[in-house]
């Protein structure tokens, strides 16, 4: 078998055989095949696509090219959620506290946040002497001891995932659905949880811009779950705004610990319900939305949801008072509030431009190798549908940078106005089953 033959072939519009994939797989791992011409097949598949048995096919593989996580020591059902990243998305952080609240065990393998989108283990970080590294038994007993674990990915998962992704981001392959839905898929799969909740964003701050283009992305990757026997189930989500009021990694902290308190921000409370909803279906907990969701409201209002937060920050080796009196994190040398520059409803507050304001602030990271200041980031006081008045504070920008006047002047254009009152849209457009 020769990868020249097998590039032609796809570029040609021809399906590959599972053999074929297989030997793709395989030469990717071993270092087999030279990068020029796995880009050139990356391309083929850009152009061509896959068909949906060869998208689950190279998932399997992928799946399968290093280690994979064995959750069956774990009693019970084990529930996990992947969001397809977002500005603002602190969700794992009370969503996992809300759902093993109710009883259900939350296994969960999160990854950090580069560009514009936040990470969920860099949000851990931000707790003084969180760990989120641990072995596989480590992973199983605090999971069976407390219901929640979130952890950091091993090095060892997935590892024709990360030769991929590296060619895919320098050769302008990532927008490709079925390699995508495969990157996706093939983590979550190896992770071992026995359910799968994708939170598909779309929007200006998502990487799927448009419904249309998330629902595709949603039903490949449900197919893929599917075929591949687990419970995999979808949401199509909006990222047109950022998600909640606050965007950074300490803030983010503070946000989640408030919604666990009952005071969260309504469209990120909406989400944890709606999801936490669909993960007690999976995890058969609950028989029905309505019931799931009553239980989750439960867990806030008699404080075991943050109780159990509290316990998984402990069992991860966090300084658990930081979570009782916030007053303790640290804060940036510079607060700067933001002004409205006109006057109207607010149309559309830009996420892509609120989360690349944030990482220059120095809440994230341009490259894999910068360093994140916990305490940076932008809290919103206006959300889409609010009136705004020309000189009202709609934003304060949190920095230990002294020269940040252009970063503040894009915070405010990513308010956007009309004159006619905005009727929202809901957070949760679609549930993909």
């Known amino acids: ?9 796809k570029r040609d519009g021809h399906s590959h055989s599972d053999e074929e994939l297989a030997f793709i797989i395989k030469g990717i791992v071993d270092g087999a095949l030279p990068d020029y011409q796995i880009a050139s097949w990356l391309m083929a598949v850009k152009f061509v696509g896959m068909s949906d048995h060869e998208t689950a096919m190279l998932t399997h593989l992928m799946m399968h090219s290093g280690e994979t996580i064995d959750l069956k020591d774990i009693d019970g059902i084990t529930v996990d959620k992947h ?3 977002g500005v603002g998305d602190k969700t794992s952080l009370a969503l996992g506290p809300m759902v093993a609240a109710c009883g259900v065990k939350v296994a969960k393998m999160s990854g950090r946040g580069l560009g514009h989108t936040g990470g969920t283990l860099d949000k851990l970080e931000a707790i003084p002497g969180v760990s989120v590294t641990m072995s596989r038994d480590a992973f199983v007993k605090q999971v069976n001891e407390i219901g929640l674990a979130i952890i950091g990915q091993t090095g060892k998962l997935v590892p024709a995932d990360k030769k991929l992704y590296a060619l895919r981001d320098v050769t302008g392959t990532v927008e490709s659905l079925p390699l995508i839905a495969g990157s996706i898929m093939s983590k979550k799969l190896a992770s071992g949880a026995d359910t799968i909740l994708l939170d598909v964003k779309f929007g200006n701050g998502a990487f799927m811009k448009t419904l249309e283009d998330a629902e ?5 990757m449900v197919a893929i779950g599917k075929s591949l026997g687990r419970d995999t189930r979808a949401m199509i989500t909006d990222m047109q705004q950022p998600l909640g009021m606050a965007v950074g990694n300490i803030i983010e902290v503070e946000e989640a610990i408030a919604t666990l ?16 909803s669909i993960m007690l279906l999976q995890a058969h907990a609950a028989a029905t ?3 799931a969701r009553q239980k989750l409201i439960k867990t806030i209002e008699d404080g075991s949801a943050f109780e159990k937060l509290k316990q998984m920050i402990s069992a991860q080796g966090g ?19 933001i002004r409205a520059k006109e006057t109207g409803f607010i149309s559309e507050i830009n996420a892509l431009a609120i989360g690349e304001a944030a990482m220059k602030l120095g809440a994230g990271r341009a490259t894999k190798d910068d360093v994140i200041d916990f305490t940076a980031g932008i809290r919103l006081t206006k959300k889409v549908a609010d009136l705004m008045n020309q000189g009202d504070i709609i934003a304060y920008g949190y920095t230990n940078k002294p020269e940040v006047a252009d970063i503040l002047v894009d915070i405010a254009d990513a308010f956007r106005v009309q004159k006619d009152p905005v009727i929202p849209g809901p957070i949760v457009y679609k549930v993909i089953v």
């Not at 595709?216 to 490949?220: I, P």
């Not at 921000?265 to 709606?274: I, N, Q, R, S, T």
């Open 1 to 9: 078998m020769r990868m020249l033959d097998l590039i032609i072939k």
């Open 83 to 85: 969001s397809t990243g």
């Open 216 to 220: 595709a992305l949603a039903k490949t």
């Open 261 to 276: 308190k009952g005071h969260g921000p309504a469209d990120f409370v909406e989400l944890c319900l709606a999801a936490g």
């Open 289 to 291: 939305l309505d019931e």
């Open 319 to 337: 300084a658990v008072s930081y979570l009782d009196d916030i007053t303790k994190f640290d804060v940036a040398k510079f607060s700067y509030p």
